[in-house]
C-alpha cells in the first residue's frame, strides 16, 4: 500500500480524504484488457462515470475542485496508466465548457461527459506547433450564421474515438494569440477525418485529424471570437497541475514496487535494502515523491481558494513532479535490474507511461522558461 499521510496534510481536508477513499475503492477494480487501447478507453470512461469518479471532470458552476482532480490522477495513475489519462481526457476535453461555455452548451455535454456516455477531447496541437499555440494556423471562416474550418490537429488525445472536440482555430481577429476562438466540433461533421493514428512508446488512443471545409454553427463557438488563446490557457492552468499528480501516482507505485523488491531479494545473503548504496536511492526516491506532493498539493490548494491564477505554482508542479518521477522510475528499474527492462513488468510499464508527461500541457522547458518569467516580473515590479 502506498504511503497515505499526506492526506492529513493542511492543504487537504476531510471531504478529500473521503473522495480518496473512494477513488482508491473504484481504481482497484477497474480491470480491462489493453489490447485494443480504444476499447479499453471507453470501457474505462464508462466505467469510471457509472461509479461517480468522472464527477470532479466538469461542473455547471465553472469551478474546479482542483485537489479532487489531482487524488483522482494520482491514484488512478498508481493502479493503471491508461485509466488515468482516461479520467483526465473527460476534463481537459471539456475544461473550456466548464470555464467559458454558455448555459446551453453545458447542458448538452456536461451531464453526458461526467457519467462517461461521451468521450471528450481537446484539440489544439498542429503539426506545426506545439508549444508555440499561438502559432496555429487552422481557420475558421465566419460564413453567415456558420464558420467553416480548414486545417489539422494532431497529437490529439482520445482522436478517432471522442464525442466531442474542443477545437481552437484562426479567426483573424488579429496576429498571433488574439486571433484565435474556440469551438465545440462533434466528428460527425462532413468534412472530419481522422488521416492517422499515432503509436507511441506507451500506447493511447492519439490521432491527426483533418479538417475540410467543416460548416459548424456560430453557437458553437466557447466564449467570443478572438478568447480562443485565454479559454485554452485557463484550461491548462488547471489541468497542469492534474499532470504533476499522474507523474506522482507513477512514482508512488515504483517507490511501492522498489521496496518490495528490494526488501524481499537477497544478495550474498542479505537483502537488498541492507546495501547502503541501496538504501541512498530508496532515500533519494522518498524525497522526490514527498517534494513533488507538497508542490502538487499546493498550487492545487491555491487554485480551490480562490487565486484568479496559479501559472508559476501550477508550472514548478508540472516541472519538478515529471521530472523528478521519471528519476524515481529509472531508479526503479535500476534495483530491479535485468528483470526491470523485462516487457510487462510494472517498473517497464512506468519507464514508458512517464516520458510523455514531461513533453504534454506544456514541456519542462517551457515551464522553466514560465517560472522565470514570472519570477523575474515579480522581482521587477517588487512584489
Known amino acids: ?65 482542483v485537489r479532487k482532480l489531482s487524488l483522482a490522477r494520482e491514484i488512478l495513475a498508481r493502479h493503471d496508466g491508461l485509466a488515468d489519462f482516461a479520467f483526465a481526457m473527460q476534463g481537459l476535453g471539456t475544461g473550456a465548457l466548464t470555464l467559458f461555455g454558455t448555459d446551453a452548451q453545458k447542458a448538452a455535454w456536461l451531464p453526458k461527459t461526467r457519467a462517461g456516455t461521451a468521450i471528450s477531447a481537446f484539440a489544439l496541437t498542429e503539426p506545426g506547433s506545439g508549444s508555440d499555440v499561438a502559432n496555429a494556423t487552422m481557420t475558421a471562416v465566419a460564413d453567415g450564421n ?82 480562443g488563446f485565454k479559454i485554452a490557457m485557463s484550461v491548462l492552468d488547471v489541468f497542469r497541475t492534474t499532470v504533476a499528480a499522474a507523474a506522482l501516482g507513477f512514482a508512488r507505485r515504483a517507490l511501492d514496487e522498489a521496496l518490495t523488491r528490494v526488501t524481499t531479494r537477497q544478495i550474498g545473503g542479505a537483502a537488498l535494502a541492507d546495501l547502503q548504496m541501496v538504501q541512498g536511492h530508496i532515500a533519494d526516491m522518498a524525497v522526490d515523491v514527498d517534494a513533488s506532493a507538497l508542490l502538487i498539493y499546493r498550487a492545487a490548494w491555491a487554485r480551490d481558494a480562490g487565486a484568479p491564477r496559479v501559472t508559476r505554482e501550477a508550472a514548478m508542479a508540472k516541472l519538478f513532479a ?33 516520458r510523455a508527461l514531461r513533453i504534454y500541457e506544456g514541456a519542462s522547458d517551457v515551464q522553466k522558461i514560465i517560472i522565470a518569467r514570472q519570477t523575474l516580473g515579480a522581482h521587477n515590479g517588487g512584489s
Open 1 to 65: 500500500m502506498a504511503d497515505q499521510s499526506y492526506l492529513n496534510w493542511p492543504f487537504l481536508d476531510a471531504a478529500h480524504r473521503d473522495w480518496a477513499a473512494k477513488v482508491e475503492d473504484v481504481a482497484g477494480g477497474l480491470t480491462v484488457d489493453h489490447s485494443d487501447i480504444d476499447a479499453a478507453c471507453k470501457t474505462l470512461v464508462g466505467d469510471m462515470g457509472a461509479a461517480g469518479l468522472l464527477e470532479p471532470t466538469s461542473s455547471d458552476d465553472g469551478l474546479f475542485d
Open 146 to 227: 456558420d464558420y467553416i474550418l480548414n486545417g489539422e490537429k494532431t497529437w490529439i488525445s482520445n482522436g478517432g474515438i471522442a464525442d466531442i472536440y474542443t477545437l481552437f482555430a484562426r479567426t483573424g481577429e488579429d496576429a498571433g494569440a488574439r486571433g484565435l476562438s474556440a469551438f465545440i466540433v462533434a466528428p460527425d461533421v462532413p468534412g472530419f477525418e481522422v488521416i492517422e493514428r499515432l503509436n507511441t512508446i506507451a500506447p493511447h488512443p492519439l490521432a491527426t485529424l483533418r479538417f475540410t471545409d467543416c460548416r459548424i454553427p456560430k453557437s458553437a463557438m466557447i466564449g467570443v471570437p478572438g478568447q
Open 322 to 354: 515529471t521530472d523528478q518521477a521519471q528519476q524515481v522510475i529509472d531508479k526503479a528499474v535500476q534495483l530491479f535490474g535485468g528483470d526491470g527492462v523485462r516487457s510487462g513488468t510494472a517498473v517497464e510499464m512506468l519507464y514508458r507511461e512517464i
